[in-house]
């Protein structure tokens, strides 16, 4: 299996349950076009139901995948933090109360742990923002995505009209042509 599924590629990372419903309808859409477009005119129902299942499964899995990654780094980064919050404390009660062997190593186990402790909130505070990002984002794809569905099918209604039109202008003409 590979990193990243077509849903990923379409929609970045993390998608809501509602975003991913609209793309697995927009998948088996698809393949009912692309089935219509063959020599028999259709897709068959089982073929269809074989479809419509592996991209549900897929789906379910990719949510799954991601869910796993962000609670591997909330505890991740909880463990860090509490370390560090510990790893402070302790020196820090050291050096209050003055029983370090050496002043500098305890500064320097400080200044360590707690630079520490801001890039941890430094990457969960870009992490949000990417996530924030990512949303916006793929509001805006799946916004173009149903406009240019909305301006296919209106092309295509007005390609109907247009054939019905050449039809009956080619019909006229040949009944004049008749008489």
């Known amino acids: 299996m590979t990193d990243t599924s077509p849903l990923e590629k379409m929609m970045g990372k993390n998608p809501t ?8 309808i927009k998948r088996l859409e698809q393949f009912i076009r692309e089935g219509k477009s063959g020599e028999r005119g259709g897709i068959a129902f089982k073929r269809w139901q074989e479809l419509a299942v592996h991209e ?3 789906a379910i899995r990719d949510a799954e995948k991601h869910w796993r990654g962000d609670q591997r780094f909330l505890t991740r980064g909880l463990a860090i933090g509490a370390m560090c919050l510990v790893t402070i404390g302790v020196w820090g009660t050291v050096l209050a109360a003055q029983v370090a062997p050496d002043r500098q190593t305890a500064a320097l186990i400080l200044i360590v742990a707690g630079g520490l402790m801001i890039a ?6 870009i992490k ?4 924030y990002y990512q949303a916006t984002r793929r509001l805006d794809h799946f916004r173009r995505i149903f406009d240019f569905d909305r301006q296919l099918a209106q092309l295509d209604k007005d390609l109907e009209k247009r054939l019905k039109d050449l039809e009956d202008t080619l019909e006229e003409a040949t009944k004049i042509g008749r008489r």
């Open 17 to 24: 349950p509602e975003e991913r419903a609209h793309v697995i």
């Open 56 to 58: 549900v499964c897929n």
């Open 120 to 125: 941890v909130l430094a990457m969960w505070g």
């Open 128 to 131: 949000r923002a990417d996530k």
